[in-house]
Nanobody, 117 residues
Framework: VQFVESGGGLVQPGGSLNLSCAAS????????MSWYRQAPGKERELVTT????????NYADSVKGRFTISREQAKNTVYLQMNSLKPEDTAVYYC???????????RGQGTQVTVSS
């Protein structure tokens, strides 16, 4: 199982980014997917989840209405569209398989998102 996250960067408050996560090593279409974020000195946060077929999604209150998760089965890829970014969104973002809270080490390198003026 492997994940390659990309799309992070430096953005001003109010800006947008679209993160991608390419998954491999399992049958992507059979599993829900999640995005997490980890900021220095803070607990890991489960940001959003999506069911295997992409029918249902869930969001942390901190990002509801601003972030959108989606998936593209043909590319084994899950996306995170982030709008109206705030400085408190600054973190390393990781994706992972499944929709239950995951406490183990991430399988990807993550992508850094920095929101600053």
């Amino acid at each position: 199982v492997q994940f390659v996250e990309s799309g992070g960067g430096l953005v001003q408050p109010g800006g947008s980014l679209n993160l991608s996560c390419a998954a491999s090593g399992f049958t992507f279409s059979s599993y829900g997917m999640s995005w997490y974020r980890q900021a220095p000195g803070k607990e890991r946060e489960l940001v959003t989840t999506i069911t295997p077929a992409g029918v249902r999604t869930n969001y942390a209150d901190s990002v509801k209405g601003r972030f959108t998760i989606s998936r593209e089965q043909a590319k084994n890829t899950v996306y995170l569209q982030m709008n109206s970014l705030k400085p408190e969104d600054t973190a390393v973002y990781y994706c992972h398989v499944g929709t239950s809270y995951y406490r183990g080490p991430f399988r990807g390198q993550g992508t850094q998102v920095t929101v600053s003026s």
